[in-house]
């Protein structure tokens, strides 16, 4: 029997030794840049939201290959990888995998972990409904990433492009995904930021913020 990825892999697994297993790349500290983990999270989170339901929509591949044009304008070494990383990913089933999806999501702070959930949820939508088992994936990601229920049912509403009430919670969400609160040199994220952001509607700080 061939051995899994769980069993050649340590189990204080970095993200750098989880990226360097996937691609097949030695790849350095240097190399496992935040664009790189993630566009891994973003690509396993993608991967499982289409394999729920058991057919791969075209519509949800048109969202797979817009990260894989944004990677290709922002980050040259890391468009370089993707077609490895895709190929791990599918591979090994990172997806079903909660333990190595948390070593690459882990690593992300709330902003960069909503704008990860957001991606999964624009895909999941992307015919206009949500599929009830990709649904439920996306939901126990969420839990697992300790995002808020609240922003978690924004998200979902917003993918739907259901009416948004303006709520503390919503100012929230715009306020973290927000483009301008990535930094410069997150070129890759800003940019993903920019089409997620753009579909909330805009609101005023709330008072209880704004005191």
Known sequence: MTPSLMDSLPLNVTPQILLSHLTEQPLSEEDSTLNLIFVAASVTLMSGVMMMDGVID???????????????????ACHRLLPRLILGIKRHQIYLNPRLFLVLAEALDLPQRL?????????????????????????????????????????????????????????????????SNFQLHESLLRLIARTIHSNLPAIAIPTAINA
Not at 63 to 69: I, K, P
Not at 118 to 133: K, V
Not at 134 to 155: F, G, K, S
Request: net charge negative.
């Open 58 to 76: 075209p519509e949800e591949m048109v969202h797979l290959h817009q990260l894989m044009g944004v990677c290709a304008d922002t980050d040259t």
């Open 115 to 179: 704008l990860l959930l957001g991606l999964g949820y624009r895909m999941a939508a992307a015919d206009g409904h949500l599929n009830e088992r990709e649904n439920l994936y996306l939901r126990a990601i969420a839990q697992r990433l300790c995002i808020d229920p609240q922003h978690v049912a924004i998200l979902e509403a917003n993918s739907l492009k259901f009416t948004l009430l303006e709520t503390e919670a919503l100012w929230e969400v715009n306020h973290y995904l927000d483009p």
